[in-house]
């Protein structure tokens, strides 16, 4: 015959006290509130919490740039600096130059200057002498002009005597200037020797050429 197995009495037991709790607990809290309702009402009536931030994310290092090896310049890059080197040598030649050509030019023109003021200057002088020697010239004729008038007022015999022992080139000026009707009688009367050396002489004198 085959036995049946025999129904538990914890199980059942406990089930039953539960129950029974149950019962006792809903007729404590007023209201019909029990504390499965009251958390709940606590759980909706709380401030809702403050949103976490999300986490930041880390920052990543700054990067070092690695210092690279300078290549070795190439024939082409050489030969266009030798010839950039090349010009700016000839510009600060030609500027040195040109400098210095200035600079002998207003070394020139300041010469130029000194000359022109210089011929200004002996212009003046040659003036100024000149007129000086007219003036001199003047002054001498003026005086031989009146020893004429003296020896053409005088006796014929009387200015022959004083014509032969006048020197000669007084008595050439003197009688250069005489008016020929008045120097021929005194020539006619002076000694035949001296009258001709007179004449000779005279001859001589107007030949030359003016000064």
Do not use: C, N
Request: glycine share 4%.
């Amino acid at each position: 015959m085959i036995r049946l197995p025999r129904p538990r009495l914890l199980p059942l037991s406990l089930l039953g006290m539960l129950a029974l709790l149950g019962v006792k607990l809903e007729g404590l809290w007023p209201d019909g509130a029990v504390p499965g309702r009251l958390v709940s009402q606590a759980v909706a009536s709380a401030p809702a919490a403050a949103p976490v931030p999300p986490p930041t994310p880390p920052v990543a290092p700054a990067s070092i740039p690695i210092p690279r090896s300078e290549a070795p310049p190439t024939p082409d890059a050489l030969a266009e600096r030798a010839v950039l080197e090349a010009l700016r040598a000839r510009r600060a030649e030609i500027e040195a130059r040109e400098a210095a050509l200035a600079q002998r030019e207003m070394l020139i023109a300041a010469a130029e200057r000194r000359l022109a003021d210089r011929l200004d200057e002996l212009g003046a002088l040659r003036q100024r002498l000149e007129a000086e020697g007219r003036q001199r010239d003047e002054r001498t004729e003026q005086g031989w002009r009146q020893m004429v008038r003296l020896y053409e007022g005088m006796r014929p015999r009387d200015a022959a005597g004083i014509f032969d022992d006048l020197d000669m080139p007084v008595l050439i000026q003197v009688v250069d200037r005489m008016r020929e009707a008045k120097a021929a009688p005194v020539l006619a009367a002076m000694r035949p020797e001296r009258a001709r050396l007179v004449t000779t002489e005279l001859a001589r004198h107007r030949s030359r050429p003016l000064e």
